[in-house]
């Protein structure tokens, strides 16, 4: 089956930069995704890996060990507006579905 | 971008009704779509993947008689609660994978259902 972990919850200070982990087991790996998501709101799409090494969107960069099986997202000069939930999800090759890590939630102090 | 839409956005509905849930593409043709369950605090879990012009693969423990899935076209999805009972209260989103980009999920707004 497929299985990630993520930290529960991840406190960090506005102006300063996070790292969100996620470790996870799956057969036929595809790809590491996070998406973010809001209070109330449905998740959105923040980047993806299929290779190892970093992607950089903006503020936010992804990376991904494949052979670590293991990945994080990392989030530069916090804002408030940054504070929601982060999910990490892993697609594989076996199927088309895409399974959701069970969240990091973000708390932003000013 | 890729947009993807639900309607509706909030319902509240008595114990016993079906309740209808539609999601669209509304720039991009979607082979694939996807539907998810999410209770407070919780992470989404995928109830089931609706394929166009084929049955829906549902997840193990969700009831297909009870969670009806169509996928008619390659921009619409409907989820179909019938009988709801106060214990399907969720936050339903759909998603859609634009066809041939499997690995990224553009979500709906999602629904929220309160059954009473």
């Known amino acids: 089956g497929q299985s990630l972990e993520q930290p529960s919850e991840v406190t960090a200070v506005e102006g300063a930069i996070v790292q969100i982990n996620c470790t996870y087991q799956t057969s036929g790996f595809y790809g590491l995704s996070w998406y973010q998501q809001h209070d109330g709101g449905a998740p959105t799409f923040l980047s993806y890996?299929?290779?190892?090494g970093l992607e950089e969107t903006g503020r936010f960069s992804s990376f991904l060990s494949r052979s670590d099986s293991y990945g994080y997202l990392l989030l530069q000069e916090l804002q408030m507006k940054d504070s929601a939930s982060y999910f990490c999800?892993?697609?594989?090759?076996?199927?088309?579905?895409?399974?959701f890590g069970k969240g990091t939630r973000l708390h932003i102090l000013p | 971008g890729a947009v993807v839409s639900q309607h509706p956005s909030r319902v509240i509905c008595k114990s016993g009704t079906s309740v209808k849930i539609e999601c669209r593409s509304l720039?991009?043709?979607?082979?694939?779509m996807f539907w998810y369950r999410q209770f407070p605090k919780q992470s989404l879990m995928l109830m089931a993947t609706s394929n166009e012009g084929s049955k829906a693969t549902y997840e193990q423990g969700v009831e297909k008689d009870k969670f009806l899935i169509n996928h008619a076209s390659l921009t619409l999805s409907t989820l179909t609660v019938t009988s709801a009972h106060p214990e399907d209260s969720s936050f339903y989103i759909c998603?859609?994978?634009?066809?041939?980009?499997?690995?990224?999920?553009?979500f709906g707004p999602g629904t929220r259902l309160l059954v009473l």
């Open positions: 720039d991009f043709q979607a082979t694939t």
């Open positions: 890996n299929g290779l190892d």
């Open positions: 999800a892993v697609s594989s090759y076996r199927d088309d579905k895409i399974i």
């Open positions: 998603s859609a994978e634009r066809t041939g980009k499997q690995e990224t999920q553009y």
